[in-house]
């Protein structure tokens, strides 16, 4: 079992940035591969980014290639989404997503496989 708690989220005008955090505890963070997606009003919950439980293999959804970046810090349970060049579009719930990996270096890019979920941060962007 593991434990995710996003923070960081916020109101900002269009072209800001936020830094998204989720800390994690509970079990070894290191065996986790992490996903952050999100969720608009009367949408679906989409697919972010994706971080390897080791932290070398990255992935992004094509809309927030270029401008949003996941990382983790192993030695603090961490991982983070530093989201810049902010967009009214980028508006919704973002949840942070845990999943037991045997592979280290694999990442996740369905909601599905992912076993445990934060509660969620609102991140508002106006134009």
């Known amino acids: 079992q593991v434990q995710l708690v996003e923070s960081g989220g916020g109101s900002v005008q269009a072209g800001d940035s936020l830094r998204l955090s989720c800390a994690a505890s509970?079990?070894?963070?290191?065996?986790?591969?992490m996903g952050w997606f999100r969720q608009a009003p009367g949408k679906e919950r989409d697919f972010v980014a994706a971080?390897?439980?080791?932290?070398?293999?990255?992935s992004y959804a094509d809309s927030v290639k270029g401008r949003f970046t996941i990382s983790r810090d192993n030695a603090k349970n961490t991982v983070y989404l530093q989201m810049n060049s902010l967009k009214p579009e980028d508006t919704a719930v973002y949840y942070c997503?845990?999943?037991?990996?045997?592979?280290?270096?694999?990442?996740?890019?369905?909601?599905?496989?992912?076993?445990?979920w934060g509660q969620g941060t609102q991140v508002t962007v106006s134009s």
């Open positions: 997503a845990a999943h037991d990996s045997y592979y280290s270096g694999i990442v996740y890019l369905g909601a599905h496989e992912y076993d445990y």
């Open positions: 509970g079990r070894t963070f290191s065996n986790y591969a």
């Open positions: 971080i390897s439980a080791s932290g070398r293999a990255t």
